[in-house]
């Protein structure tokens, strides 16, 4: 339910909000003192409950962006374009064309221009061209149309088939169809595990509802 924790808990197990006790361990290393940009160079990404892109930059762009941690060169190679810079820059265009392609975005839109449903779209996608281990969306289905919605859908099942884990946080019960193990979250703590069905038929949960 709304106020149960469901983002804080991503703020926390991501590194924005520092833990008070306990531990975090991700692929069997420790994290609970990580920073943010440490847990996503292990392959932790996430994306936000309202979305943030940049907005005055173009679709592809910003797709690119979510590339920036596969690159060797430094600033001083970039700024001089020597050859290594522009290969590695040309190896990220194309990479985030396919990404762009892969969710039907147009890359040559500018970002701004985006209503809320396409946004969200795209910074999943830039989440995505980074390579991550992890992939942790909150609330991605917020804002988004029928057709948004089922194109969500058909794209977690793809990326997850090809052996992505995802780390959903939701309340919207058409989208958690789509988990394997739903963990039910209320004011902090967890109060049910299990498949979806098992969720919906758990007293305990359906009290909270």
Known sequence: ?????????????????????GTITFRGDPLTTQSVQHRNRAGMVRTFQ???IFERMTVLENIMVGACKLTQTGIVQ???????????????HTLAERVAAD????????????????????EIARALVGE?????????????NREEMQQLIAAI?????AGLSILLVSHDMELMAIAETVHA???????AKGTMAAIQQNANVREVY
């Open 1 to 21: 339910p709304n106020g149960s924790g469901k983002t804080t808990l991503f703020n926390i197990i991501s590194g924005y909000l520092p833990l008070q006790t």
């Open 50 to 52: 309202t979305p943030k």
């Open 78 to 92: 970039d700024l001089l374009g020597l050859p290594h810079a522009r290969k590695e820059i040309r190896q990220i």
């Open 103 to 122: 969710f039907g975005l147009d890359g040559s839109l500018p970002a701004q221009t985006l209503p809320a449903g396409p946004r969200r779209i795209l």
């Open 132 to 144: 991550p281990k992890l992939l942790m969306l909150d609330e991605p289905s917020a804002g988004l």
């Open 157 to 161: 099942r793809r990326i997850n088939k």
């Open 185 to 191: 979250l209320n004011f902090g703590e967890i109060i």
